[in-house]
């Protein structure tokens, strides 16, 4: 359960087009209270059991909401191919058997690759994790290309979903760690200000594509809206992250903080392209090149 107060702050995100989408780490089947509290998604731990990725799917589909399960790295020693992880995505769609599944694929090399072979097949996709606009922009174009496939070869593109998930917290804690370390071990001016300026960086990419001639010939065609959604954020970055057509990963404890720290302030993505360079400059001016950054962080995560 969440309390009266966080329940509005799902209701203020939902009001601006914010879809919340509630980090599961237990084990046990969610119930139907989650979509009551206000969630629209959720994202499920790796190794989550498949009947708790099952029930979570049913507790959302009557709102139309998704559930994100990332599919297990393939087993050996030499690096999985794209074939690879569609054949770990089709042992996971199968066995959730479920049509709001995104199976996570990993949002680099070989996982992008195979995000087209996925959505032949009928697997709906989230790639995660993005850092960087440049990362975005490689899986966005991915997706588009996926989707033509599939539409080309018969498919419904209306039954299919990709998403991005993208890990600005994770990201923004990168950069404040080397923010401190220039600044003698206190306090930076520009703390914080990494993760919100690249994702509204993402999210003008996202707009500019998606005005394109690729999308609307696919969105004719009766595809979805690519996903966008915001994790491994802290309750501060709630009000930073507001825009239409995308979603947040919370947890409930985050809900929570973010109802003691005060309301929303409007959208804080559209439009702000200019003042997110002007922030990622600054940072370049301090010596921290976020897109080096979010490149590291990306190596690490492979």
Same mark, same amino acid.
Request: with cysteine; net charge negative.
């Given at each position: 359960?969440?309390?009266?107060?966080?329940?509005?702050?799902?209701?203020?995100?939902?009001?601006?087009?914010?879809?919340?989408?509630?980090?599961?780490?237990?084990?046990?089947?969610?119930?139907?209270?989650?979509?009551?509290?206000?969630?629209?998604?959720?994202?499920?731990? &790796? #190794? $989550?059991?498949?009947? !708790?990725?099952?029930? *979570?799917?049913? =507790? @959302?589909?009557?709102?139309?909401?998704?559930?994100?399960?990332?599919?297990?790295?393939?087993?050996?020693?030499?690096?999985?191919?794209?074939?690879?992880?569609?054949?770990?995505?089709?042992?996971?769609?199968?066995?959730?058997?479920?049509?709001?599944?995104?199976?996570?694929?990993?949002?680099?090399?070989?996982?992008?690759?195979?995000?087209?072979?996925?959505?032949?097949?009928?697997?709906?996709?989230?790639?995660?994790?993005?850092?960087?606009?440049?990362?975005?922009?490689?899986?966005?174009?991915?997706?588009?290309?996926?989707?033509?496939?599939?539409?080309?070869?018969?498919?419904? &593109? #209306? $039954?299919?979903?990709? !998403?991005?998930?993208? *890990?600005?917290? =994770? @990201?923004?804690?990168?950069?404040?760690?080397?923010?401190?370390?220039?600044?003698?071990?206190?306090?930076?001016?520009?703390?914080?200000?990494?993760?919100?300026?690249?994702?509204?960086?993402?999210?003008?990419?996202?707009?500019?594509?998606?005005?394109?001639?690729?999308?609307?010939?696919?969105?004719?065609?009766?595809?979805?809206?690519?996903?966008?959604?915001?994790?491994?954020?802290?309750?501060?970055?709630?009000?930073?992250?507001?825009?239409?057509?995308?979603?947040?990963?919370?947890?409930?404890?985050?809900?929570?903080?973010?109802?003691?720290?005060?309301?929303?302030?409007?959208?804080?993505?559209?439009?702000?392209? !200019?003042?997110?360079?002007?922030?990622?400059?600054?940072?370049?001016?301090?010596?921290?090149?976020?897109?080096?950054?979010?490149?590291?962080?990306?190596?690490?995560?492979?």
């Amino acid at each position: 359960m969440i309390s009266a107060e966080a329940g509005r702050v799902l209701a203020d995100l939902a009001a601006e087009g914010v879809y919340p989408w509630l980090v599961w780490n237990d084990t046990l089947p969610p119930n139907p209270e989650v979509t009551r509290q206000g969630w629209r998604g959720m994202r499920m731990s &790796p #190794g $989550a059991p498949l009947a !708790a990725v099952r029930a *979570a799917c049913d =507790v @959302l589909r009557d709102v139309d909401g998704f559930v994100s399960m990332p599919v297990g790295a393939p087993a050996g020693p030499r690096e999985a191919s794209p074939g690879d992880w569609i054949a770990s995505a089709r042992v996971l769609r199968g066995g959730v058997d479920r049509p709001n599944l995104l199976v996570g694929l990993p949002a680099d090399g070989t996982g992008i690759q195979a995000l087209a072979g996925c959505l032949e097949e009928g697997i709906s996709v989230d790639s995660s994790p993005c850092y960087t606009v440049e990362q975005y922009a490689e899986v966005l174009d991915a997706q588009l290309t996926g989707l033509e496939t599939a539409l080309s070869g018969g498919a419904d &593109p #209306g $039954a299919l979903v990709v !998403a991005a998930s993208c *890990a600005v917290g =994770v @990201l923004d804690a990168e950069v404040d760690v080397r923010l401190t370390r220039l600044s003698g071990g206190v306090p930076h001016a520009l703390h914080g200000t990494a993760g919100p300026a690249t994702a509204q960086l993402i999210y003008r990419l996202r707009e500019e594509r998606l005005a394109g001639a690729r999308w609307r010939a696919l969105s004719s065609a009766g595809a979805r809206l690519p996903k966008l959604v915001w994790t491994d954020t802290g309750s501060g970055h709630i009000p930073a992250l507001v825009g239409w057509n995308t979603g947040h990963a919370l947890t409930a404890e985050m809900a929570e903080a973010a109802a003691v720290g005060g309301g929303l302030c409007g959208d804080t993505l559209l439009g702000c392209d !200019a003042p997110a360079n002007r922030a990622l400059d600054a940072l370049a001016g301090q010596g921290v090149q976020v897109a080096a950054v979010g490149a590291e962080l990306l190596r690490r995560h492979r």
